[in-house]
């Protein structure tokens, strides 16, 4: 657990207060900095290279026509995208294991994004569906596995570890669902299916940047609204009645908040692997803070998969990858690291 941090209290003559965690605030506007200068610079990569000056100045409406087409109908929505997928992504990351009190709970290792990718694999193969008809397919089959994983390891209530390991489980059941159904699809929508499966932000534009801002702009009040109940739930169940928490209320309501968050996010970008692993560890290590650091988890998130983005598009040479290889090679090894220092504390 990284040490506690100093907190500054602040209060207002109407009698309102609240704790303000200096090191936090800092990094969260580092990061939100981060993510929008790799913004800027993502929308200038490409066949046709832009300034960041010029992009900023196309942004506010100051650009030739020919950059206005680029910057705000080729290439800003892709960005979006990516940084709601991200944001996303590292928030629904943040409450797993937050809940979970467990590094390793994430919508990747607990098999959310799988149960997205079966449900959109599903549309593909059997119904030769659209986009609109796989990204539905996608929010249908999360939803279904996180009711299917959260019935499961309930057990007069969902222990942390228990929820881990029944999401391994059904995440290595639905991986061998996938992978038959591709084996019985035909070959135009087996390389459709394959192609979404690797995750990627190639093709995006704003008929996936509307739902998923709209699912965002719903979930993240409802989510902040539950963070004071959800600091509570990381010191133990009975801490948390005691203190006033309904907590499998609580619980439930924060669970299905971050499975809509993947599911929509894989609906929008497919199954971007382990951002929602790596962007809330990162995001308290760098904060020192203890708790979820929803916030930075969500920025982490977003500077992460805009980043390797950009590293997808340019580190390769002539060969441009989809984003979800990049995050794949990154967060596999950071998950090795992450496996060997828990086994040397102990704690798997």
């Not at 609240?18 to 800027?40: E, T, Y």
């Not at 490409?46 to 300034?51: A, K, N």
């Not at 990162?282 to 590293?311: C, F, V």
Request: with cysteine; net charge positive.
């Amino acid at each position: 657990m990284p040490p506690r941090t100093r907190r500054v209290t602040l209060r207002t003559r109407g009698g309102f207060s609240m704790r303000l965690d200096p090191r936090g605030a800092v990094v969260g506007l580092l990061l939100i900095a981060v993510a929008l200068a790799m913004s800027v610079v993502l929308i200038g990569t490409g066949d046709f290279p832009i300034t960041p000056d010029d992009v900023v100045r196309t942004l506010f409406g100051g650009g030739t026509m020919a950059q206005d087409f680029i910057v705000n109908e080729l290439r800003l929505p892709r960005v979006l995208v990516g940084l709601l997928v991200g944001a996303a992504l590292g928030l629904a990351g943040a409450l797993f294991q937050s809940i979970s009190r467990n590094p390793l709970g994430s919508p990747d290792v607990v098999g959310f994004g799988q149960g997205a990718a079966a449900g959109a694999l599903t549309v593909i193969v059997l119904f030769n569906g659209g986009p609109t008809a796989v990204a539905a397919g996608a929010v249908v089959g999360g939803v279904l596995t996180g009711l299917a994983v959260y019935a499961l390891a309930w057990r007069q209530g969902v222990h942390g570890y228990r929820l881990v390991l029944v999401g391994i489980g059904a995440s290595a059941m639905l991986s061998a669902v996938n992978g038959y159904l591709l084996t019985k699809a035909d070959l135009p929508d087996a390389t459709r299916g394959v192609v979404w499966l690797t995750g990627s932000l190639n093709g995006r534009d704003w008929t996936q940047v509307w739902p998923l801002a709209c699912v965002c702009a719903v979930l993240v009040p409802v989510v902040f609204g539950h963070a004071r109940g959800l600091r509570m739930l990381e010191m133990g169940d009975d801490s948390a009645y005691a203190l006033g928490v309904r907590v499998e209320r609580t619980r439930l309501v924060l669970m299905g908040s971050a499975v809509l968050l993947t599911a929509s996010a894989t609906a929008a970008a497919g199954p971007v692997a382990f951002v929602a692993l790596v962007a809330p560890q990162l995001a308290r290590r760098l904060t020192r803070s203890a708790g979820p650091n929803l916030l930075p988890a969500a920025w982490m998130g977003a500077g992460l998969l805009i980043s390797a983005d950009w590293a997808a598009q340019r580190a390769f040479g002539a060969d441009q990858l989809p984003v979800g290889v990049v995050t794949g090679m990154l967060g596999g090894g950071y998950l090795l690291w992450l496996l060997v220092t828990e086994r040397k504390a102990g704690r798997i």
